[in-house]
T-cell receptor, first 112, second 112 residues
Framework: DAGITQSPRHKVTETGTPVTLRCHQT?????MYWYRQDPGHGLRLIHY???????DKGEVSDGYSVSRSKTEDFLLTLESATSSQTSVYFC???????????FGQGTRLTVV | GEDVEQSLFLSVREGDSSVINCTYT??????LYWYKQEPGAGLQLLTY?????DMKQDQRLTVLLNKKDKHLSLRIADTQTGDSAIYFC????????????FGSGTRLQVQP
């Protein structure tokens, strides 16, 4: 699992509230990613980071922001949660030679 | 943009071979991956192939790559009930953001 830990693993929140998901890695990988998984869509890229304080948008970034103040932590924030953001969120890293990509166990988020 | 497509469902009998197919559009793809996801779990990296290879074998798994047709396949020999899962094809390049682009997954059902 390349030392990737996501927290929380499950969360239920109300529409309009902010939510922050955390991804923590222990192996000093430079590239980190946040994906969401929805039925029929596979995994879609929300945001990614290529170093401390270096982040960029993916294909489905609206309503999300990220921060990376330390190499080991990549935070995903839903600024004002909506029901359409109910999903399973996965954090990932790629190894330095980009030959392998590993995923965390996922966070199941329900927005009611 | 890049696109990866897979068939949605495959059913086989235990002991038979399974072949899961994938097509992609990005001609700059460098690495192609197969992931396995069991219910409620994260993504497990099964194998990957570099774009200058035609074939890779790893125990019961054989990956075939036809770069000209942008076609990737995963063959599972002697399929077992424990192989029942969703299988995702993904691709990435070794430049730029290095994020993976996923297909929507193929559900493999293995019947005893």
């Amino acid at each position: 699992d390349a030392g990737i830990t996501q927290s929380p693993r499950h969360k239920v929140t109300e529409t309009g509230t902010p939510v922050t998901l955390r991804c923590h890695q222990t192996e000093n990988h430079r590239y980190m990613y946040w994906y969401r998984q929805d039925p029929g869509h596979g995994l879609r890229l929300i945001h990614y980071s290529y170093g401390v304080k270096d982040t960029d948008k993916g294909e489905v970034s609206d309503g999300y922001s990220v921060s990376r103040s330390k190499t080991e932590d990549f935070l995903l924030t839903l600024e004002s949660a909506t029901s359409s953001q109910t999903s399973v969120y996965f954090c990932a890293i790629t190894t330095s030679k980009n030959t392998e990509a590993f995923f965390g166990q996922g966070t199941r988020l329900t927005v009611v | 943009g890049e696109d990866v497509e897979q068939s949605l469902f495959l059913s086989v009998r235990e002991g038979d071979s399974s072949v899961i197919n994938c097509t992609y559009t990005d001609s700059s793809s460098t690495y192609l991956y197969w992931y396995k996801q069991e219910p409620g779990a994260g993504l497990q990296l099964l194998t990957y192939i570099f774009s200058n290879m035609d074939m890779k074998q790893d125990q019961r798994l054989t990956v075939l790559l036809n770069k000209k047709d942008k076609h990737l396949s995963l063959r599972i020999a002697d399929t077992q009930t424990g192989d029942s899962a969703i299988y995702f094809c993904a691709e990435t390049s070794d430049t730029g953001r290095r994020a993976l682009t996923f297909g929507s997954g193929t559900r493999l059902q293995v019947q005893p």
